[in-house]
């Protein structure tokens, strides 16, 4: 099966119009089973498969600032590059979508970073914001589950805060909560929503990746996290 046909299929452009239209309208963008059959399978199978050691702790903070943090979150991280068909799948996939949204948008996303992560039983990752104004490049935060058979009890919820939701005394809707279910895709504007994942009660996986400005300096690319 080539490329083409893993990351084309199932109505992309169906799909990244919905996208589209919930960032304009909302901010974000949850569609549940979402990312196409095939690739998700790809990055099901190619993430149970990574051996323990890709995977390194996550910190906060980027280059010098970066720290190892307990209290914020637990979880472990392995970056994506163009090293295995499932992997070039997903970037081939994540290209479609940047070059949709910049042409619907006009958003000027120049590039994609993303690592699988690796939440196990009782990591976390408290509520944070992915960039804020004026301070860094990320536009556009992506995530992707691959979790299958997930229930209500294996918590590992993402919670994204809309501030701009007027409170409710009666259902808090400045509160989305999203189950990692396998294929789920959720989009955000980076400087816009706080969110933070919840405790995992089983191993728990999923991309995160973000669409970035090409914020070089002196023709340096503005290196990713």
Request: charged letters at 30%; a neutral charge.
């Given at each position: 099966m080539s490329l083409a046909q893993t990351t084309h299929s199932g109505g992309e452009e169906s799909l990244f119009e919905s996208i589209s239209d919930d960032i304009v309208e909302k901010g974000y963008s949850i569609r549940l089973n979402a990312l196409p059959e095939n690739l998700t399978s790809l990055l099901l199978q190619h993430v149970i498969e990574l051996p323990d050691e890709n995977f390194k702790r996550a910190g906060i903070g980027r280059t010098k600032e970066h720290l190892i943090n307990d209290l914020v979150r637990t979880d472990e991280i392995s970056w994506i590059t163009s090293n295995s068909v499932a992997s070039c799948a997903w970037i081939k996939w994540s290209e479609s979508l940047q070059a949709y949204l910049n042409r619907r948008l006009f958003l000027g996303l120049f590039s994609f970073e993303s690592h699988f992560s690796h939440y196990a039983k009782g990591d976390f990752y408290?509520?944070?914001?992915?960039?804020?104004?004026?301070?860094?490049?990320?536009?556009?935060?992506?995530?992707?589950?691959?979790?299958?058979?997930?229930?209500?009890?294996?918590?590992?919820?993402?919670v994204i805060y809309d501030e701009n939701t007027p409170a409710s005394s009666v259902v808090d809707h400045r509160r989305i909560t999203v189950t990692p279910n396998l294929g789920t895709i959720v989009v955000f504007l980076s400087e816009e929503f706080p969110h933070e994942v919840l405790p995992a009660r089983q191993d728990r996986y999923s991309i995160a990746g973000w669409f970035r400005l090409n914020n070089s300096i002196a023709n340096n690319i503005d290196p990713p996290s």
């Open positions: 408290k509520k944070h914001k992915d960039a804020f104004k004026g301070e860094d490049n990320r536009v556009l935060s992506v995530v992707v589950y691959l979790n299958q058979h997930w229930s209500a009890g294996d918590g590992g919820e993402l």
